[in-house]
């Protein structure tokens, strides 16, 4: 059982580039979520998706968009990178519903330069 | 928006002994209050959560309890071990079915 699969694990990204973080979960859950971790802050909600086809936004959405088209796979794209988007970012997903947990990636750590 | 503070950020702890970490939260309509431990390099991953119809919770070691009035809930490891050497994170359900993390506790456990 993969769970929820992220990729890539870490990349170095020239500021002003595209990058699309890649997310995938085998548990048909309806939810799923991005969020971005920083040294003393948490982890911080950028978008989430209830259900394939809904996305909506987050505490810290700019600069950042995404996409459901199907139940299983949740992209983070980032249209032009700025050095404050440089992070470890966490996809998790849940099959929603109150007190569903929330299972997470492994991560991307992402540095922009 | 809701926010939820969480102190300590670092504890130090003997092999043995117990930790505490604390949580409180503004105002909010989340009756599940979940814990998350965050090991090196891994994601955060669930150890145990508690609802707002229960006032504490246990699981050998690791228990949780929840005041909703004083808007508080706490975790209590005992009998601490080096694996339990990680980052843990409260949190609480927002209106999104996405969770609202506390900044984090790092918690050393010294052999």
């Known amino acids: 059982i993969a769970g929820i699969t992220q990729a890539p694990t870490s990349q170095i990204l020239a500021a002003g580039r595209r990058m699309t973080l890649r997310c995938t979960q085998d548990m048909r859950h309806n939810a799923m979520y991005w969020y971005r971790q920083d040294l003393g802050l948490g982890l911080r909600l950028i978008h989430y998706s209830n259900t394939a086809g809904t996305t909506g936004k987050g505490e810290v959405p700019d600069g950042y968009s995404v996409s459901r088209a199907n139940t299983d796979d949740f992209p983070l794209t980032l249209a032009s990178a700025v050095p404050s988007q440089t992070s470890v970012y966490f996809c998790?997903?849940?099959?929603?519903?109150?007190?569903?947990?929330?299972?997470f990636g492994q991560g991307t750590r992402l540095t922009v330069v | 928006g809701e926010n939820v503070e969480q102190h300590p950020s670092t504890l130090s702890v003997q092999e043995g002994d117990s930790a505490v970490i604390k949580c409180t939260y503004s105002d909010s309509a989340s009756n599940y209050f979940p814990w998350y431990k965050q090991e090196l390099g891994k994601g955060p991953q669930l150890i145990i959560d508690i609802r707002s119809n229960v006032g504490e919770k246990k699981d050998q070691r690791i228990a949780v309890t929840l005041n909703k009035t004083a808007k508080h809930f706490s975790l209590h490891i005992t009998e601490t071990q080096p694996e339990d050497s990680a980052v843990y994170f409260c949190a609480l359900e927002g209106s999104q079915g996405n969770l609202i993390f506390g900044k984090g506790t790092k918690l050393s456990v010294k052999p």
């Open positions: 998790a997903s849940n099959r929603q519903g109150v007190g569903s947990e929330a299972f």
